[in-house]
């Protein structure tokens, strides 16, 4: 959380290795997930690959369906940091799989705004707005605003794409409003560039 990754690194390995002497094996899998997560903020890709894929190896040996979810939707963002969009595609649909199938709707949220990048990278525009309407309303039902946020940022971006320049501003508008509100400065600025260059 302080961004001391490489100190992370050393506490998770140290952990790992206390497990492994242990025959821990279960405990195995989270701090492998511990150390995709790492390698991810380093851009190390694949190796975080490999070890969000050794967490998953692990969850799936011991039948632990919840925790593969999360191990999924992590591979996804990896395919996605790696442009790998049909790749991410899969993952994020087997992570949403899961959690539909325990009824865990605020991460349905997360992925279902995950699909709607990758569609939205593909150009596939109708699927797009499916996911992240999805994605919306459930973060309406919970209450999160800052998440709707940055799914009307992403619904203003896919409305200037098609041309609809009076979706695009509504969206946007909403989005930096609620950047606004919780002093998010970095991501309100980028909303109000864009906003500033749309057509009237």
């Not at 039948?63 to 996804?76: E, F, M, P, S, V």
């Not at 705004?113 to 596939?124: S, T």
């Amino acid at each position: 959380e302080l961004r001391e990754y490489e100190q992370a690194r050393r506490n998770y390995q140290q952990a790992l290795n206390i497990c492994i002497e242990y025959g821990d094996r279960y405990s195995q899998a989270k701090i492998y997930h511990g150390l995709g997560m790492v390698a991810q903020e380093l851009r190390e890709y694949e190796q975080a690959r490999r070890n969000y894929q050794q967490a998953l190896n692990i969850q799936i040996e011991y039948g632990d369906r919840y925790y593969q979810a999360k191990t999924y939707h992590q591979l996804g963002t990896v395919a996605q940091d790696l442009r790998e969009y049909e790749e991410a595609k899969r993952n994020y649909q087997q992570a949403l799989n899961i959690f539909i199938e325990y009824g865990d709707l605020y991460s349905q949220a997360r992925t279902y705004h995950q699909l709607g990048i990758v569609a939205d990278e593909l150009r596939e525009y109708e699927e797009a707005r499916c996911n992240y309407q999805q994605a919306l309303n459930i973060n309406i039902e919970y209450g999160d605003r800052y998440s709707q946020a940055r799914t009307y940022y992403q619904l203003g971006l896919l409305a200037e794409a098609e041309e609809n320049y009076p979706e695009a501003r509504a969206n946007l508008q909403t989005a930096l409003e609620i950047f606004v509100e919780y002093q998010d400065e970095y991501r309100a600025a980028m909303t109000q560039k864009i906003l500033d260059k749309l057509p009237d």
